[in-house]
């Protein structure tokens, strides 16, 4: 097992990949401390984590990763729980309105940049006083995307956002690096979760479900298909653990090909 005793907060672990990181960290014998803005998010990753890991050590912890107190009070719950912290994946985020820059509410541009982006200053400065403290290194894995390395129209603060994470990963890499705590990010395609379905059925004002589009989606994907959680969670997996060990400040991309650079 590659994660075997390690400690894990992961955020957004409710829903689509945060659960699949849940699941497969559980598999490797992590303790998690699961982290979502919506408690239901929580307790069903709770249930699927019955039935196919059961026994897995958990906790679930409601809150807003965008915010310092709740930051604060889920790290200092995970710490009171396991007594240490060895990864922090910092996977919560949320989409845009998709409408263009000259029609961008400011709040709606606040709240992306908030969850998107501060939440990964926020996080990964509680889980860094850890880890420093604790000696040893440490693990942070941020989830941005494929839209932070390519623009796409409509989604401008969600793009800036996710393009955030990629230079902030490569200069806190550099910060922590006499630590022994590596900071790396993945950049996801197009992945099968609750945020894209919604996000195409938003986008075309509720006349198209993913099924609809996936045919005209799929011819830009050289590998012909649409990821999965499972996906990206083998890949966060694999830089959290030791395998890993000589990388830092990277950005890999998890697309089936359709980003290459
Ligand atoms: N699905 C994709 O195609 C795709 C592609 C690239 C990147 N991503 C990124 O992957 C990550 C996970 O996306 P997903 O598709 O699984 O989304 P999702 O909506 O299915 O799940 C996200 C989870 O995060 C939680 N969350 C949202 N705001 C939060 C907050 N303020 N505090 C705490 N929890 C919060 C939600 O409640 C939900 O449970 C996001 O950062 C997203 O931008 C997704």
């Known amino acids: 097992m590659l994660l075997q005793q390690r ?29 979502d803005l919506e408690q239901a998010h929580l307790d069903e990753t709770a249930a699927v984590l019955a039935r196919e890991a059961p026994g897995a050590e958990h906790i679930l912890l409601q809150g807003d990763v965008s915010s310092s107190a709740d930051v604060q009070r889920v790290f200092g719950e995970t710490i009171a729980r396991f007594g240490r912290l060895d990864v ?26 908030a969850v998107n982006l501060k939440s990964v200053f926020l996080c990964s400065k509680a889980a860094a006083r850890q880890f420093i403290a604790q000696g040893g290194g440490g693990r ?33 890499a550099k910060e922590v690096a006499a630590h022994q ?53 083998k890949v966060i997996t694999f830089l959290a653990s030791d395998e890993a060990d000589y990388m830092t400040g990277q950005a890999i991309n998890i697309t089936g090909g359709q980003e290459m650079h």
């Open 88 to 113: 922090l994946v910092n996977n919560a985020g949320i989409g845009n309105p998709p409408v263009p820059i000259v029609d961008m509410p400011e709040e709606a541009w606040d709240r992306t940049i």
């Open 140 to 172: 942070v894995v941020s989830v941005a995307s494929q839209a932070g390395k390519t623009g796409y129209p409509m989604l401008t603060p969600y793009c800036a956002s996710k393009a955030g994470i990629v230079l902030f990963t490569q200069a806190f």
């Open 181 to 233: 705590v590596t900071v790396n990010c993945v950049c996801p395609g197009t992945i099968d979760t609750p945020l894209l379905r919604g996000g195409i059925e938003t986008a075309s004002g509720g006349a198209l479900k993913f099924e609809d589009v996936a045919g005209t989606i799929l011819p830009s994907i050289p590998l012909g298909r649409v990821g999965s959680p499972a996906d990206v969670a």
């Open 7 to 35: 400690v894990a907060v992961i955020t957004g672990g409710g829903r689509g990949i945060g659960r699949g990181v849940s699941l497969r960290f559980a598999h490797e014998g992590a303790r998690l401390a699961l982290v």
